[in-house]
C-alpha cells in the first residue's frame, strides 16, 4: 500500500510539472549606459505611402491623414501620386496645360500634419501616351496609362509644368524639402509598359533634365523596383545605376543623369506571406533586399553616400489580399506587424552603425483601403478598420514616436536572435525599446523571455519607470474584437469594448531607487511583444 502511494504521487508532481512548467531559464540580460552617446537618431520611420491617392480628396482620407500625424506614423513625409492624366487640358487648338489644383489640396493636407509630400510622377496622360491601350485599372472608375510617351518633349513639358506651378504655389524654399520621384516600379508589367528599364531611363532622363532646368535645388530620385523580383535578381538595379553614372543622357547626350537620392521597395513578404523561399513574413527577408542595395551602391562611388529611401514598405505585399484569400496576412492583425516595425527599426539602426548606410526614410505602404471591407480586420494593409478601430502596429508608430533623439550604448549579452533594443535619452528621460520577434510564430504562440535590464545613468536617488506594451494582451484590439466573437457588425457596446484596448497601454507604472549610479529593470516579454521603457529622474 505504501508503495502504490508513492507511485500515485510521483504521478500527481509529473503531471504539475508538465502543466506548470519550472521557470529556470535565465533572463537576457541587456545593459544600457546612457552616459555613452552613440549618435543621432532621425525618425526615419516616420513616413507613410498614401494609397489610393485619390483618397485624399475624400473627408475619410483627411480623417486618416490626421491620424497619421497624431499617432507619429507620419511627420516626415507621406508619398502621393501627381496624377498628371486627371490634370492634364488639351484646348481645342490643341494646345496642351496642366490644372494642378486637385494636388495643391492633398499637399496643403499634407502639410497641415507637419509631414511633407514625396510627390511620384506617374500615370502618362492618354493625350500623350504612345500605347493607350497600356493600362491600369484605378479606383472610382479611373484607369491610368502604363505607357511611354510618344514624344518625350512633352513628358519633360509635363514635369516642367508640375515643378513651377508648386514652386509659385508653395514657395521655393518650402519646395526644396519636398522630394520627387519618376514613376513607380518600372521593372513590373503592371505599373510600366512591358517593364522595359531601359525606357525608364529615358523617361527618367527628361524627368531630370525638366525639373532641373526649373531649379537645379529640387530634390528628385528614381529607381524604385519591385520588391520581390529585386530580391530575386539585385542586380537589374544595376541597369539603372549604370545608365545614371555613365550611360548617355537621353535627354542632355551627357554622361549620367542627376539624382539627389535612391528609392528601393521593401517588404517582408510577398503575396501576402512570406517572400520566395521564406514560409512567413521575415525582418531578415526585408533586410537582405537592404542589404543588397547597399553591397550594390558600393560599386558606385557617386551614388554610395546618396539617400536609400524605403519609400514602400509592409510586412508582406498584395496590400488588397486579405485572409479570405491568404490566412497569414492575420499578421496584419494582431501583435506580429508592431513587433515587425520596431524590430526593423532597431536593425537599421544596428546597420547603419555598423556599415555607415542609413535609410533616409522609411514609408510603409497603407492600402487595402479600396478594397470594400465587409468586416473589421480583414488582413488588409491598413492601419486601422472598417470601423475604427486602430491596429497593434499604429501603436507601434506611438511608441516609436516617444525615442529621443540621442542613441545611448546598448549591449544585449545574448545570442537569442530574437531579441532586440534600442535606447535613447534627451533631457528629460531615457527611452528603452525591447522587441521579442519571432517570425515563425504568427499567432504569437512562440515563448516569452525573461528580461534583465541594467540602466547607467548619472546621479543616484530614485527614477519614475512607464512601461508601455505591446503584445497579444496589451494595445490590441484585434485580440479583444475575436474574443468577443469577431462579429461581422458590432454593437456599441462591442464597439466600445474593442476600443478600449486600441490605444497605447501602460503596463506598469513605479518608483524604483537607484544605487550605485545603476537601476534594474526585471520583465518577461512574449513573443511578438514589444516593451518601452520611460525613466525619468524624481527631484
Given at each position: 500500500m505504501k508503495r502504490l502511494n508513492q507511485t500515485s504521487l510521483w504521478v500527481v508532481l509529473l503531471a504539475l510539472l508538465i502543466y506548470f512548467p519550472v521557470h529556470s531559464q535565465q533572463a537576457i540580460p541587456i545593459d544600457v549606459d546612457a552616459a555613452i552617446p552613440v549618435?543621432?537618431?532621425?525618425p526615419f520611420w516616420a513616413g507613410q505611402t498614401f494609397h489610393p491617392t485619390e483618397y485624399l480628396s475624400t473627408e475619410w482620407g483627411e480623417n486618416l491623414v490626421r491620424l497619421m500625424g497624431e499617432s507619429g506614423a507620419a511627420c516626415t513625409f507621406i508619398r502621393l501620386y501627381?496624377?498628371?492624366?486627371?490634370?492634364?487640358?488639351?484646348?481645342?487648338?490643341?494646345?496642351?496645360?496642366?490644372?494642378?489644383?486637385?494636388?495643391?489640396?492633398?499637399?496643403?493636407?499634407?502639410?497641415?500634419?507637419g509631414a511633407r509630400p514625396l510627390v511620384v510622377f506617374f500615370g502618362m496622360p492618354l493625350e500623350l501616351a504612345r500605347y493607350p491601350n497600356s493600362l491600369k485599372k484605378r479606383n472610382f472608375g479611373a484607369i491610368v496609362s502604363l505607357s511611354p510617351p510618344q514624344d518625350y518633349a512633352q513628358w519633360e513639358a509635363l514635369c516642367i509644368?508640375?515643378?513651377?506651378?508648386?514652386?509659385?504655389?508653395?514657395?521655393?524654399?518650402?519646395?526644396?524639402?519636398?522630394?520627387?520621384?519618376?514613376?513607380?516600379?518600372?521593372?513590373?508589367?503592371?505599373?510600366?509598359?512591358?517593364?522595359?528599364?531601359?525606357?525608364?531611363?529615358k523617361l527618367y532622363d527628361y524627368f531630370a533634365r525638366g525639373i532641373k532646368s526649373v531649379h537645379p535645388d529640387i530634390q528628385i530620385g528614381g529607381g524604385a523596383f519591385g520588391s520581390t523580383s529585386t530580391y530575386k535578381n539585385p542586380d537589374q538595379t544595376r541597369v539603372f545605376f549604370d545608365h545614371i553614372t555613365r550611360g548617355t543622357n537621353y535627354a542632355t547626350g551627357e554622361t549620367g543623369s542627376p539624382i539627389d537620392y535612391i528609392s528601393m521597395h521593401s517588404y517582408g513578404g510577398t503575396s501576402g506571406a512570406g517572400g520566395p523561399g521564406w514560409e512567413f513574413p521575415a525582418v531578415d527577408y526585408l533586410m537582405s533586399i537592404h542589404k543588397s542595395y547597399i553591397e550594390i551602391l558600393d560599386d558606385y562611388p557617386r551614388l554610395k553616400n546618396l539617400p536609400l529611401f524605403m519609400d514602400e514598405w509592409g510586412v508582406s505585399a498584395s496590400g488588397t489580399k486579405g485572409m479570405d484569400a491568404e490566412p497569414l496576412t492575420i499578421t496584419r492583425n494582431n501583435e506580429f506587424a508592431a513587433a515587425f516595425l520596431a524590430t526593423v527599426v532597431a536593425r537599421q539602426v544596428e546597420l547603419e552603425q555598423m556599415t555607415g548606410h542609413r535609410i533616409g526614410n522609411m514609408m510603409l505602404c497603407v492600402s487595402g483601403y479600396e478594397r470594400r471591407r465587409k468586416h473589421d480586420f480583414m488582413g488588409l494593409r491598413t492601419l486601422h478598420t472598417r470601423n475604427g478601430f486602430h491596429k497593434p502596429l499604429l501603436n507601434a508608430?506611438?511608441?516609436?514616436?516617444?525615442?529621443?533623439?540621442?542613441?545611448?550604448?546598448?549591449?544585449?549579452?545574448?545570442?537569442?536572435?530574437?531579441?532586440?533594443?534600442?535606447?535613447?535619452?534627451?533631457?528629460?528621460?531615457?527611452?528603452?525599446?525591447?522587441?521579442?520577434?519571432?517570425?515563425?510564430?504568427?499567432?504569437?504562440?512562440?515563448?516569452?523571455?525573461?528580461?534583465?535590464?541594467?540602466?547607467?545613468?548619472?546621479?543616484?536617488?530614485?527614477?519614475?519607470?512607464?512601461?508601455?506594451?505591446?503584445?497579444?494582451?496589451?494595445?490590441?484590439?484585434?485580440?479583444?474584437?475575436?474574443?468577443?466573437?469577431?462579429?461581422e457588425f458590432p454593437n456599441p457596446l462591442e464597439m466600445e469594448q474593442i476600443r478600449t484596448k486600441m490605444h497605447l497601454e501602460m503596463c506598469d507604472s513605479h518608483v524604483l531607487d537607484q544605487s550605485g549610479k545603476e537601476l534594474s529593470i526585471d520583465f518577461d516579454l512574449p513573443?511578438?511583444?514589444?516593451?518601452?521603457?520611460?525613466?525619468?529622474?524624481v527631484l
Open positions: 549618435g543621432e537618431l532621425e501627381n496624377q498628371p492624366e486627371n490634370a492634364i487640358r488639351v484646348a481645342d487648338d490643341g494646345s496642351i496645360s496642366y490644372d494642378w489644383s486637385e494636388f495643391d489640396r492633398r499637399a496643403r493636407l499634407i502639410l497641415s500634419t509644368d508640375f515643378t513651377r506651378h508648386v514652386i509659385k504655389e508653395f514657395g521655393l524654399e518650402e519646395v526644396k524639402q519636398w522630394f520627387f520621384r519618376c514613376w513607380n516600379e518600372p521593372n513590373l508589367g503592371h505599373f510600366w509598359h512591358d517593364a522595359d528599364v531601359e525606357e525608364y531611363n508608430y506611438r511608441v516609436l514616436d516617444k525615442l529621443g533623439r540621442q542613441l545611448v550604448k546598448v549591449d544585449i549579452r545574448s545570442e537569442n536572435p530574437h531579441i532586440t533594443a534600442l535606447a535613447t535619452k534627451d533631457n528629460e528621460k531615457i527611452t528603452i525599446m525591447v522587441t521579442n520577434f519571432q517570425n515563425d510564430q504568427p499567432m504569437g504562440e512562440g515563448p516569452a523571455y525573461p528580461v534583465s535590464i541594467s540602466v547607467k545613468s548619472p546621479g543616484d536617488g530614485q527614477s519614475k519607470v512607464i512601461h508601455w506594451r505591446i503584445d497579444k494582451e496589451h494595445s490590441n484590439a484585434y485580440t479583444e474584437y475575436v474574443k468577443i466573437g469577431s462579429p513573443c511578438n511583444g514589444v516593451s518601452f521603457f520611460e525613466i525619468y529622474k
